[in-house]
């Protein structure tokens, strides 16, 4: 059954009418659908194929949260093209690089000593979103200054990065007094964070929705996913490898896959962090129908994640319903 429903034109949409009505009218549901969520939804998907988009808040900023990962591989997959590392380098894992949310790289390090390879490192940042992988891969990138500088240099300003992990979460925590990066253990974050009076929290976390660091816009995301997915940004065999280990993603079964028919092709990476549910990727359709990428991003929920999740959800099976059945219409 079509869900696609045609209704009519909305102005906070990039598309015009008058160029396509029919992506104007897809525009009006995804504002719609997008009603699940108590929070602000930002939306820009492009059928790899045909170059069609849709933009709903588009060209606005949101949090990445873990969504920032994809950002972070392009900028060492790029040193790689260039000679300037291998995914086969060996980087051990020190007492200070166990940052919060990385239960897989905390399990493994009972004693000093553990080393990794960078294409280790990718896999567990992208596939189940570990953090201490991330700051990791982020590190041996350069750092967030040449991830930023990375984006730009792309034609895409609307991405940047300020921080690693550790310090976005803390930051979203409220914790105060973090002692140089050169003091880090892996038993100090929970104190740190449970000294924060909730109240405090609440008022950071409120904070981090209108905080232009660590933000992208749905647009310059897209752009970024076209990019990586026709293979024209990275050499192929590692745009190839990066895909896959998108493919392999672990997290957000409710958000872009979660309305989607069983079996659809999926290349992705979530980000969450309270009030901010985001999912972006690449989404297979069926047949000859081509690929779609596809960036949701929610801020200033404070509804149960759930309701975002939906959203994001209703928003993905939206925009695959219409390019599955009017890929190509003009009117």
């Given at each position: 059954m079509v869900r696609f429903a045609w209704v009519f034109w909305v102005s906070c949409s990039l598309v015009s009418a008058a160029s396509d009505a029919s992506l104007a009218r897809l525009a009006r549901q995804i504002e719609l659908v997008s009603a699940a969520t108590d929070g602000i939804v930002g939306v820009s998907a492009t059928h790899i194929e045909t170059g069609r988009a849709v933009s709903v808040r588009g060209g606005e900023h949101f949090p990445m949260a873990s969504a920032v990962k994809i950002p972070f591989a392009v900028q060492l997959m790029s040193l790689v093209d260039e000679g300037k590392t291998s995914l086969d380098k060996?980087?051990?894992?020190?007492?200070?690089?166990?940052?919060?949310?990385?239960?897989?790289?905390?399990?493994?390090?009972?004693?000093?000593?553990?080393?990794?390879?960078?294409?280790?490192?990718?896999?567990?940042?992208?596939?189940?979103?570990?953090?201490?992988?991330a700051d990791v891969v982020l590190r041996e990138g350069g750092g967030p200054a040449m991830v930023t500088a990375r984006m730009k240099s792309l034609g895409l300003p609307g991405i940047r990065v300020d921080r690693n992990i550790a310090l976005l979460i803390s930051d979203w925590m409220g914790a105060k007094n973090i002692p140089p990066e050169s003091e880090w253990n892996k038993d100090m974050w929970d104190p740190l964070y449970d000294a924060v009076p909730a109240s405090e929290h609440m008022r950071a976390r409120r904070a981090q929705w209108a905080d232009p660091r660590d933000t992208a816009t749905p647009d310059d995301m897209t752009s970024l996913l076209v990019r990586i997915w026709k293979k024209n940004l990275l050499q192929r065999g590692n745009a190839e490898i990066l895909l896959g280990m998108m493919e392999r993603c672990q997290t957000g079964k409710a958000r872009i896959k979660g309305m989607l028919p069983a079996g659809t092709g999926l290349a992705h990476k979530t980000g969450t962090l309270g009030g901010i549910v985001d999912d972006v990727g690449v989404m297979t359709l069926p047949g000859d129908a081509g690929h779609v990428a596809i960036s949701v991003?929610?801020?200033?929920s404070i509804k149960p994640e759930e309701a975002s999740e939906k959203a994001v959800a209703e928003v993905a099976r939206t925009v695959y319903d219409y390019f599955v059945f009017v890929p190509g219409a003009k009117n």
């Open positions: 060996m980087v051990s894992l020190a007492p200070g690089d166990l940052h919060p949310g990385s239960g897989k790289l905390t399990e493994l390090f009972f004693h000093p000593g553990v080393s990794l390879s960078l294409a280790n490192y990718m896999e567990l940042m992208l596939v189940i979103s570990d953090n201490s992988a991003f929610t801020k200033a």
